[in-house]
């Protein structure tokens, strides 16, 4: 059986380092461009792949939120498909998972 108190230390300390790291990403994106067309270029291409970094741990953290929503409200590990029980690799593997392998399918 899952020890939650583990789960929701574990969730928080990802979901502290997420937050850090999209504020870094956020800061690095508000930085000036190059005014040389090239390297203007380049910092364009860059600002795309922290955008994308930034949405990818924006997201992470929405589902950590749920995931410590679903602690609170008692259903964590219930599967919001069937209602059965999510395994416990299953949750350790993505403890922010809603549903079991089956249904996720």
Known sequence: MLNLKKVEAQLRTR???????????????????????????????????????EEAGLGEINQIRAALTRIKKETYGVCSGCGEDIPEGRLTALPYATTCVNCAE
Do not use: K
């Open 15 to 53: 979901m502290e380092d997420l937050g850090v790291r999209v504020d870094q990403i956020e800061h690095d994106l508000r930085e000036p461009h190059s005014q040389d067309w090239g390297e203007n270029a380049t910092e364009s291409e860059g600002d795309q792949v922290l955008e994308g970094l």
